[in-house]
């Protein structure tokens, strides 16, 4: 049993290990060169362009359920009226990141691990090392800074669409003036609002590509390896979504309010 | 063990005191309990070939990861180029990298580029040749493996046979002196192995390519050791070689990590080791 523990203990400690090792190396060939650009231009198009249907659907969807189920609640208090005030400050202070990651993590977390994983088992990565490439600049950096940078974009649009979503609701099904929507939103959001919005896809989409891509590079035993990974990525990032995700109210409520 | 000295299998022409191309002097590897290699040791000189002969699992491949330095050795020397590589940092290793093509079991070939991408890969992306050139030198390397005509093709519309030779074409592209083929015929039917096993030949006496060549495929490492490439005109010949020739391939035996034989093809085939008379029967 004590067998069993330690190992388990082992194997842990080596993961945190070699995912920090990971980042450093990434952090190092990110501001060294050679530098991929068309890789990250590649990247930026697939992980961004390539999420826009499903960010923008959870959005507007996530807005229009948040909208009708609010109203019935504000009608008990009065307050339909100010339906828009809570779906825009859920929407971007947190539904708006926190789903956009979840998606991100399903969609882009699963595809780095399932393309790095077979890359991997094909030789494909000792093939780039032995033509002179390294690994990490080629494959990691670009999908970490477009991570880095898509995710808070995507992100923004999931806010936009979640507060059309609401609007379309609140107009249509709760009967809420259109005007007395927007300006009820715009008298309630603030700078921190924008702020907390921008600063956590920044950090998820961070974590959702370095888990992809350590859990990737570190793919064994062939396609059944394969789906592993790819299995234990997309678990491994919508936790750490989550995770993060509260740690990072957490300080920023300290910060920012 | 059989050893023969080195000496006494000189190519013609080549000085005694030429610095090997690549040196293994007992090179030790264990993954947990296990040992993969012990006290492994051989030379190669520029321009010569080497075949690893062996079982699956017999560290056949270990020996070019570590001469790649994917992997560290527990114990030894690899020298490559006269360069201590066991030691050297990744960063170092890219360098010592540059002059040595890998032929990878199943090619390894990038699913996601094409054929002339693959091939011009480290010319395109390392090298900063203008790309006009590396075209030039794509259309060239194809042309060789006689493949020109899928130059524009993704891998995966390729044979196994068209993927390995492609495969070849990517390691020769940049024009390295050492070229590692790990299985580079498994899993292949006899002629298109054969196919691939001329390609070799071609690199070893055409571009004076040094090679290592690690198979447990019998029938393909006598064949490279018994044939060699000649020009004829505008052509290119595969013919049967003289005694002289055959003996500079130089076969090496491993058996569960260790050495069990070192010699030529002559060597080899007299060989009274039951269990190399078993392999090789």
Redesign the interface.
């Known amino acids: 049993m004590l067998d069993i523990l330690t190992t388990w203990l082992k194997g842990g400690v080596l993961e945190v290990q070699e995912y920090v090792r990971l980042q450093a190396a990434a952090l190092q060939a990110a501001v060294s060169r050679?530098f991929?650009a068309r890789d990250v231009v590649e990247q930026f198009d697939q992980i961004g362009i390539g999420s826009l249907t499903v960010v923008v659907l959870t959005g507007f969807f996530t807005g229009a359920v948040l909208a009708l189920q609010t109203g019935i609640t504000l009608d008990n208090f009065g307050a339909r009226p100010f339906v828009g005030q809570l779906v825009s400050a859920s929407m971007i202070r947190e539904l708006g990141p926190v789903l956009t990651g979840l998606m991100l993590a399903g969609r882009i977390g699963s595809g780095i691990a399932a393309e790095l994983g077979?890359m991997v088992v094909?030789?494909?990565i000792?093939?780039l090392?032995?033509?002179?490439?390294?690994p990490v600049r080629?494959l990691v950096v670009p999908r970490v800074l477009a991570g880095l940078f898509m995710a808070p974009v995507l992100t923004v649009l999931a806010d936009a669409l979640g507060i059309l979503g609401g609007w379309f609701i609140a107009v249509f099904q709760l009967r809420v003036a259109s005007s007395l929507y927007w300006t009820s939103i715009v008298d309630v959001l603030a700078l921190p609002d924008a702020w907390m919005g921008l600063i956590k896809p920044f950090c998820l989409g961070y974590v959702i590509t370095t888990i992809g891509c350590h859990v990737g590079l570190r793919t064994k035993g062939g396609t059944q390896g394969v789906g592993r990974s790819t299995t234990n990525a997309v678990v491994a990032s919508s936790v750490a979504v989550i995770a993060v995700d509260f740690f990072l109210t957490r300080l920023l409520i300290t910060l920012l309010y | 063990m059989d050893r023969q000295p080195t000496e006494d299998r000189q190519p013609t022409g080549v000085q005694l005191v030429e610095s090997p191309a690549i040196e293994l002097a007992r090179v030790s590897l264990s993954f947990d309990e296990s040992v993969v290699l012990q006290d492994v040791s051989f030379t190669l000189l520029p321009g010569h070939t080497k075949i690893i002969l062996g079982a699956s699992g017999s560290g056949k491949s270990t020996i070019l990861k570590l001469i790649l330095g994917f992997w560290k050795p527990d114990g030894g020397i690899i020298r490559v180029r006269g360069e201590r590589t066991d030691t050297m940092s990744e960063r170092d290793l890219m360098r010592v990298r540059a002059d040595i093509g890998m032929v990878f079991q199943e090619g390894a070939l990038f699913d996601s580029l094409s054929v002339a991408e693959n091939v011009g890969y480290k010319l395109y992306e390392e090298s900063g040749t203008p790309p006009g050139d590396v075209r030039r030198r794509v259309e060239q390397v194809l042309g060789f493996i006689g493949l020109a005509d899928y130059i524009d093709n993704m891998p995966s519309e390729l044979s196994g046979g068209q993927r390995r030779r492609v495969a070849i074409a990517r390691a020769m592209a940049a024009k390295p002196g050492i070229i590692l083929y790990d299985e580079a015929t498994t899993g292949l039917d006899p002629i298109t192995a054969i196919t691939v096993d001329e390609e070799i030949i071609k690199l070893r006496d055409l571009e004076r390519v040094t090679s290592i060549i690690v198979t447990h495929q019998l029938r393909d490492a006598f064949y490279i050791a018994t044939h060699e490439a000649i020009r004829d005109g505008s052509r290119v010949r595969i013919v049967a070689a003289d005694e002289q020739k055959a003996d500079e391939a130089e076969f090496i035996m491993l058996r569960n990590g260790r050495v069990a034989f070192e010699g030529n093809a002559s060597e080899l085939r007299a060989t009274h080791d039951s269990y190399l008379k078993t392999f090789l029967s």
């Open positions: 050679p991929y077979s094909t030789d494909q000792n093939a090392r032995a033509l002179g490439t390294d080629k």
